[in-house]
């Protein structure tokens, strides 16, 4: 089946296997590899994107359900001008990865925690961010970096 | 030496992500079908027929291999009875062993015809714990006679050490077998063509994976090019290829065909291996008033189905088994025994985690049995710091160590003496919500293997940008950002003109990679020691290009200019130099051996909330003193600190490999393995302290796994003394709210 969806702001057309999940349009149909599989349980959040601008997990979702929609993965949060989005800056400056491959889900999962709650505690972004794993980490920095995000929005 | 960089890997895994095995988009992969492996789904069964027919009738299957189509590879060392096949063939060990291979033009082809194929079993009995692997009614390989593929034992004193103590305390605890689960599973690529494989792995070592394909497939080593792209996590379980790397690369031989695999988590959790699992029964004596005279450790270390790395896990824990302590009389014993579950393997720590808890452990129920704070044992028995270098009983040299301090400093930021208070206070007022406060003092034995070393080549470009090659392997420590730093350090020249390459096996020919907590102190050395070599050859240069002799020259790394010294309007720069160092180029080699380990140590301190009602535990402080020498980069160090202490943290508290009666797994998804998350942890609070090795030129231990080697058993030490009050001497990992509400029961009730 054809399937249309607008991933960062371009429309993708792919003809698809029903089963198809929506991470393998957005790996091989759209060929934008950020968006990684830690798992078939939809346990790790690894493939979190932002599906209509609610955080999914790109797994559990066909990509026939999100015909039509829009879908933003960690290749479009940062500016035209290739400027790092306030989060990945966070990332960056606060050590907040290490292997990387938790961190295009682990950061569209932050992007959303922050639209939610703009100032969330330490325990609040621990909640938050419950659903997505990180071995390297121990998440203290990944803390410590969605905190350090939502202070710079605050102050922007 | 010592700044806060921050890494210079980011950007690019922050906005368009890594390039990971399964992200490759490279044009020898173009038109990759897909591998799918067949695995067993009993333990322990005899193989009596394949039928492929089926699998191969389904469209999109490209070629269906079994172990029957592995005539053309060399057969198994001769005699070895307990080889590990590529594919199994004639039986299988464990559930999850390969036994065939499809490869398929789509993704989703694979499983489906994965499922036609058609294996005939005999199921044998399985051997699943340890119990049933030493009684030996069933033997996983029969030629070998015996489930126990390796033994050894320490000849001492024995049991005369033991009668002179005035308190002995014996206990077994079973050291929990976990899974490392990187994020990345694991996943190759290969491709073959004009007699040549290359091969892409998510590996530690290129060169070792390099090899691996090599032998396995009968082929020679020059005949392979291993390219390591970004890894997503190994923790000693990606060292080498593994024999489904080994199966991919054939694959792509024997069709002609590019392939690309990567493993589901599911079969990830059962095929790439297990760490720790083992049984460890000690035996600790001493005085009345603290001094332990006395300590025996005596364990079983499962192996799993195939011998892999459990004979070398099991000889480190004895090895280290004394820890930081200066005990008199030491012995140590294992047995290694194969049973029908996923094989074992490194797991950061690799043996020396299992040690340190197993001592640590030890030490807190001496304590117990004499009355006496743990704090006050761990100070009376600390080999002293005007013993180094130290020879233990287990006969390792410790370099240097500082354990008394190391655990003062952990105290003091902690506030220990207020922690005992509260929970003195808890523990009055019968506060449902109990307050647990656990030590652990280690040591542990880093470089992985020092004498084989690691290399590092230096190139200055005309144009004043570095290259360095280097045959160490980062999959997240940071390595690029590091070894930039280095050749800054020395050079002066931008961390941004300079490119840190790995993992390709053309580029570099010799390489070791990484595992042991080598990276820096050997990886890290050649690097140095190369930036010193190309400064040695630039000064010559700059001599004969100024016509000046070389003690005037001055070389400024501010600026990274040569100048002769008393004329500071005249200097060359890098790109200059490299120009005149001409066909010869600007470039140094450097192989760095070292002929002696190095010995990290610290202390931790967790503290546990426990709910006497319930059993549930929750971490609330981790304090840790990590000292592994001079820090290069703090932001690296930290991080290996932080992830370390939540993986030691994980296996304390939540994390277990299990297997029923019939050695099914039965937690082979993320869904049934507890994978420690955010909301389990605490933000961890880390002390300095930076004793230096005289065994490197940088003065550097390794950093990777001592948050690992310390957090478990403080954390699990936490837990039992949150308990302790109420008769509860020891609690089994993981802490489980059933394990400890069990335990509290059975001290109330007597039993
Ligand atoms: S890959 Fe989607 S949750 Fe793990
Ligand atoms: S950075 Fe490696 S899994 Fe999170």
Redesign the interface.
Known sequence: MKVTITVNGEQIQDDVEDRTLLVHFLRDGANLTATNIGCDTTSCGACTVLLDGESVKSCTVLAAQADGAEVTTVEGLAGPDGELHPMQRAFQAEHGLQCGFCTPGMVMAAVSLLKENPHPTEQQVRVGLEGNLCRCTGYHNIVRAVLAAAAEEEGA | MGTRV??V???R????????T??L?EPELTGAAYVTFVRSPYAHARITGVDVSAARGVPGVVEVLTGQDTDDLPAPADGNPTAEPMLAKDAVRYVGEPVALVVTDG??QGEDAADLVTVEYEPLPPVVDLEDALRGETLLFPESGSNVLAAAQDEGAGDDAFAACEVVVEHTIVNQRVA??????RAAAAAWAHDRLTVWVSTQNAHWARDAVAGGLGIDPSAVRVITP????G?GAKIGADREGVAVAWAAKRTGRPVRW?E???ENLVGMTHGRGQRQTFKIGGTRDGRITAYRLDLVQDAGAYPRMATLLATLTKSMASGVYDIPHVEAYFQVAATNTTPVAAYRGAGRPEATAAIERAVDMFAAEIGMDPREVRRRNFIAPDKFPHTTPGGMEYDTGEYAAALDRVLAAAGYDELRAEQARRREAGDPVQLGIGLSAYVEITGGVPEIGETARLVVHDDGTVTVLTGSSP????HATAWAMLVHDELGIPMDKITVRHGDTDAIPVGIGTFGSRSLQLGGTAVHQAALEVKERAKELAADELEADKADLEFDTADGLWRVRGTPDIGLDWGRLAQLAGSDGLAADVHFTSDKSTFPFGAHVAVVEVDAETGKVRLVRHVTVDDAGPVLNP??A??QR??????GAAQALLEEVLYDAQGNPVTS???DYP?I???E?P??ELVDMATPTPLNPLGVKGIGEA?TIGATPAVQNAVVDAVSHLGVRHIDMPTTPERVWTAINEARTGQ
């Open positions: 921050v890494r890997e980011d950007p895994l922050l906005t368009t992500g890594g390039t990971y399964d992200d988009r993704r989703y490392p689960v990187p994020l990345e599973t970004d890894v997503g996590g923790f990567v589901t988590r599911s999959h997240g420590q940071g932001v690296l930290e991080g932080q992830g370390g202490i939540a993986q998804t993320l869904v994978f998350t955010a909301t942890l933000s961890f948050g």
